[in-house]
């Protein structure tokens, strides 16, 4: 039963993004994969899976971002996170992050695809911090 009422958060966190905000989705090396809202706006928020564990231990991260001016072959975007196991328990936190984003758009007309650049020190409450990268692409199903 307390799997389910987890699961049963989790798909009504994804339902309230594709509801009400435009999205975009984005395949990060080290197979973690992730979905966020629209970019277009100063404040927007992101979900990563890294799923390269087992499902019982499955990090999830979420993320606030501020967004700064987007330029006309760049984005940058500073957040604050935290990562954590929702299968072993909504008290199970593993880290608190920083990340910062770098988008680089290779077609100056064409925003809805990014070059995604990311580097975010980790804070983990069991261990010392470390310092993740992560490369990736990005799709936007904006309107524009």
């Given at each position: 039963?307390?799997?389910?009422?987890?699961t049963f958060i989790i798909i009504l966190f994804f339902i309230g993004l594709a509801?009400?905000?435009?999205?975009?989705?984005?395949?990060?090396?080290?197979?973690?994969?992730?979905?966020?809202?629209?970019k277009n706006k100063t404040i927007n928020f992101e979900l990563k899976v890294f799923a390269y564990n087992y499902?019982?231990?499955?990090?999830?991260?979420?993320?606030?971002?501020?967004?700064?001016?987007t330029k006309e072959y760049h984005r940058f975007s500073i957040g604050l996170g935290v990562n954590l196991s929702p299968f072993r328990g909504f008290d199970e936190i593993n880290s608190f992050v920083i990340p910062a984003s770098l988008e680089i758009f290779p077609?100056?007309?064409?925003?809805?695809?990014?070059?995604?650049?990311?580097?975010t020190p980790e804070f983990r409450?069991?261990?010392?911090?470390?310092?993740?990268?992560?490369?990736?692409?990005r799709y936007s199903f904006d309107k524009k």
């Open positions: 039963m307390k799997n389910f009422k987890q509801g009400h905000s435009q999205i975009a989705v984005t395949g990060f090396s080290n197979y973690v994969v992730g979905m966020n809202t629209s499902f019982d231990s499955l990090p999830i991260e979420t993320n606030v971002f501020y967004n700064f001016e077609i100056k007309d064409f925003k809805k695809i990014a070059l995604v650049l990311e580097l409450i069991e261990d010392n911090a470390v310092l993740r990268g992560l490369i990736g692409v």
